[in-house]
């Protein structure tokens, strides 16, 4: 719904839909968490004049009767020149395309406006435009001193509701566009999102962070199975979204239960795409793609007990050695990245199809067993000269390696 008013002019903004027809429609996504019961309208202000509401589209419930919300705004620009301009009543004026988001709450029929503390502009090259970064506040109110301070917050967050933490929006947003059929817009709403923590550097991946993702992911996947069993885009831009988290040895919890339990029900999934995937994508979308399947498999080669069966899925791939060569070296690349040791019992057969020297070197600070450092250094020697600088490296590695209080000598039977 939108408010069309005089501007001080006595110009009305009400006709410029029926004089000029060439528009391009901007849509703008917002993601809020808010209590069921919150009364409150956001709305984009353009100008002092012009003002549209945003609608609520979609929505996941979540615990303490509080629920996500996505609110869209779809936007007619104007494209008829690079100015934005367009003629009312025989003026001319200049086509508003900044604007400010605003929430307004209503409490025992008192409104209270909180804006954004941001202003925006609308980008003609992006159609659809995900925001990241919003945050109401009440420029009139400040927050008491003294002890009051942390009820103060408690107290705005309950009407206000919250922003919805960036990575939370990476996963929730993927869900969206899944139950939309809206894969096509996947790219542009990923490049949004590298593109806002490049300007944002403190949205650092914590361990808590990223258990909050997995849970969230497990949590609603219900609603995106039936998309996940009948459609490879689906599963694509799943796994692009996972490939996306920035997984490190110190956030990384790969026996978390929502990601154990999510690993066992997308692995039923990739099996069923993953021939059409292998058929269908070219080396760019399929690098995408195992970036986030390999997070899957290096838990597994970590110990995560689940149905998912990485060996399995590599053997699907057997009839195109170019992408089982670059899924088994970015594996090896992100467990090596990790730092943590490998408990797979079949993990050694990884390297039979690596290609990558510097990785296989590397590999032996993850064994735990005297056979698997045999077997990897018999990996590392074939595919390197072994020079005098080499032999003090691996002597230097094997010293390091029965120094650690998890290496295991002799295999167990």
């Known amino acids: 719904m939108t408010e069309l008013e005089n501007?001080?002019?006595?110009?009305?903004?009400?006709?410029?839909?029926?004089?000029?027809?060439?528009?391009?429609?901007?849509s703008i996504y917002i993601l809020w968490r808010s209590n069921i019961d919150d009364d409150f309208k956001i709305q984009a202000l353009f100008g002092k004049t012009l003002k549209y509401d945003l609608e609520p589209i979609d929505r996941w419930y979540t615990e303490h009767r509080s629920q996500i919300i996505v609110y869209r705004l779809e936007y007619k620009m104007p494209i008829n020149n690079d100015e934005y301009t367009i003629i009312s009543n025989g003026n001319n004026i200049n086509f508003i395309n900044k604007y400010q988001l605003r929430l307004t709450t209503k409490t025992m029929n008192i409104s209270t406006n909180y804006d954004d503390s941001k202003a925006r502009t609308i980008n003609l090259n992006e159609p659809y435009q995900f925001l990241f970064d919003v945050r109401f506040q009440n420029n009139m109110l400040s927050s008491p001193k003294g002890k009051n301070n942390h009820y103060f917050f408690i107290f705005l967050n309950y009407y206000l509701g919250s922003q919805v933490d960036i990575w939370s929006q990476l996963c929730l947003y993927t869900y969206?566009?899944?139950?939309?059929?809206?894969?096509?817009?996947?790219?542009?709403?990923?490049?949004?999102?590298?593109?806002?923590?490049?300007?944002?550097?403190?949205?650092?991946?914590?361990?808590?962070?990223?258990?909050?993702?997995?849970?969230?992911?497990?949590?609603?996947?219900?609603?995106?199975?039936?998309?996940?069993?009948?459609?490879?885009?689906?599963?694509?831009?799943?796994?692009?979204?996972?490939?996306?988290?920035?997984?490190?040895?110190?956030?990384?919890?790969?026996?978390?239960t929502s990601f154990s339990s999510l690993a066992s029900e997308l692995y039923d999934y990739i099996k069923m795409h993953l021939n059409d995937l292998l058929q269908t994508l070219n080396h760019n979308d399929w690098l995408l793609v195992i970036q986030g399947l390999t997070i899957f498999m290096s838990a597994q080669m970590l110990g995560n007990q689940t149905t998912f069966n990485t060996f399995i899925l590599l053997d699907y791939m057997k009839d195109y050695p170019d992408k089982q060569e670059l899924i088994i070296n970015l594996l090896l690349k992100r467990l090596v990245q990790l730092q943590m040791p490998v408990k797979n019992d079949n993990w050694t057969n990884l390297f039979s199809l690596a290609t990558d020297k510097h990785l296989l070197y590397n590999c032996l600070d993850l064994v735990t067993l005297l056979d698997d450092y045999l077997i990897v250094l018999q990996h590392v020697i074939k595919h390197n000269s072994v020079n005098e600088q080499m032999e003090i490296q691996l002597k230097n590695s094997f010293d390091k390696l029965i120094s650690r209080t998890d290496f295991i000598r002799i295999n167990s039977f």
Do not use: H, W
């Not at 501007?7 to 901007?26: E, H, P, V």
């Open 176 to 256: 969206f566009l899944i139950k939309n059929n809206m894969y096509e817009n996947f790219n542009c709403f990923i490049q949004q999102f590298v593109n806002e923590l490049r300007m944002d550097n403190t949205q650092k991946l914590t361990k808590s962070r990223l258990d909050t993702v997995f849970n969230e992911a497990y949590t609603y996947l219900p609603q995106i199975n039936i998309y996940l069993r009948n459609n490879q885009n689906a599963i694509k831009i799943f796994l692009q979204m996972f490939g996306n988290l920035l997984i490190q040895k110190d956030n990384f919890t790969f026996d978390n």
């Open 7 to 26: 501007n001080d002019d006595g110009i009305s903004y009400g006709s410029f839909l029926s004089i000029n027809s060439n528009f391009q429609t901007i």
